[in-house]
């Protein structure tokens, strides 16, 4: 053990920082809060005014649409179903309304970035590293600024997750935009396009196929994220993992695991299907 | 409108000099060339070029690849930056436009079919062959009037609502031909346009571009390294060898007097040919 002599804390200059932010940007952290609280209430209104019945059957819809496939098509409503059995639907409900609130956000912030990431080769080389170190980070860590400047709560939970999850879709759309043909874009070119022109008309619709490849990679790391947030009080789910595993109800953990496993598998097929089926729009 | 022999294009020294780190050379120093010569970062593509086109008129640059020809054209377009050099088409001195101008020069004056077709895979027939007018501003029903008539003289009528993976390689040069016409340009640049395809689709494509030449008049500046396709297309031909114009003039002067071996070994079958058919 290093002597007790050469331990130096900090925490109490972080905690004054922390404290100084909260007092005087009160105004802007609030703003944020009122924005992500509202957008996770409308969510979660929509799921539930549609009856989990009809929720199922939506599912078992686009399912067969997306993949024509009825082993799909079954598994899908078949997992919907077990998680309605294990009476896990609303913290279902709740958990899906936190990854989609967080996923809107990072796609509004995801995109534009790796767009501008593709635009300009400065910012390109600046956020590179920045996303290599988020995506290297446990989820875990994202926690702690989350609660130091929000507190406990859906809001934090949601930051927290929100953070954790929007590299893929920036670094796809970059990835899509870059991955684009110089043949293409040069005969582009030769017509008399303007840089916004050559962006809409010709790189973002083809590179649509990788940036819904990157959203959905995001989605799946929300969902992660979210059940590691629980602890800060995301709810749903993973609130029922982590006070199963604190009073070590073994089956009850299972089901809510369960559960969440089932949740992924049908969220992952619905937003990896849409990635595949993607037709650019016809204008 | 048609004034015959009015120079329509007149390029002066024309050079391209690429280089990694966007160095400016100047081309005036012999010492300079040098150096640049034994650097073998640096190509020369274009060399001291220059030509002038008359209206109407197709003018064949015909080459070895690699000897700079494509490198020439997108220069007049600027699509790469000449080092050096004047080009003035249409009236217009193409080098000194800035952005913007550069921009509406493009859109009006200018259009240019590509060896690999450069077509847009998510858009439909008719969507490519209108990229230029809706990229102008033209209102939708202008589009697809416009578009539907110049996809009708290249004989893709019917086939408006298919996508480019879903043609054949000659049908799919039509759709760049189309998209260049539909702009109704005064200046085509048409870089290899049949050399990716079979000879027979090949042969098609070319008498069909003598037939809308014959009906449009565009003053057309042509890339090839086909004799034959030179001589069927070209009123005047220049012979291109690394980066410099070996010989220019109208096909029979090349055919009779090549300037070079390099010229030389170009004509030969073609001239055996033709000693071969007087003799009958
Ligand atoms: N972007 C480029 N950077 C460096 N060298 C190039 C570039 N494009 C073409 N070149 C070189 O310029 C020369 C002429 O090429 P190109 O104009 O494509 O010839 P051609 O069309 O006659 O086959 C070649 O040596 C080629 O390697
Ligand atoms: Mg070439």
Redesign the interface.
Known sequence: MPPESLELHIDYLISQFVDWLTVNYAGVFEQISDIIITLLLSVRHVFLIIPWWLLIAIIGIVGWLLTRRVTTTVTLVTLSFVIVFFGMWRPAIDTLSLVLTSVIIAIGLGIPVGVLMAEFDVINTVVTPILDMMQTLPGFVYLIPAIMLFGLGKVPATIATLIYSTPPVVRFTNIGLRQVSS??M?????????RF?LLK??RL??AATSILGGINQTIMMALAMTVIASMIGAGGLGKHVLVAINRLKVGAGFEAGFSIVCLAIVIDRLSSGIAEHW??P?? | MVVSNQKHIEVSNFWKIFTHDQEKIDVGSPEEIKRVEKDDSKVIAVRDVSFEVNRTEVFVIMGLSGSGKSTLVRCLLRLVEPTQGKAIMDGTDVTSLDKKELISFRREKIAMVFQHYGLFPHRTVIENAAFGLKIRGESKENRRKKATEVLETVGLAGWEDYYPAELSGGMRQRVGIARALSNDPPILLMDEPTSGLDPLIRRELQEELLHLQEKMEKTTVYITHDLDEALRLGDRLAVMKAGRFVQSGTPKEVLQNPADDYVARFVKDKQEQLKEAEVI
């Open positions: 043949e293409i040069e005969s582009a070119t030769a017509f008399g396009t303007t022109q008309e010709i619709p083809l037709r650019p016809e204008s």
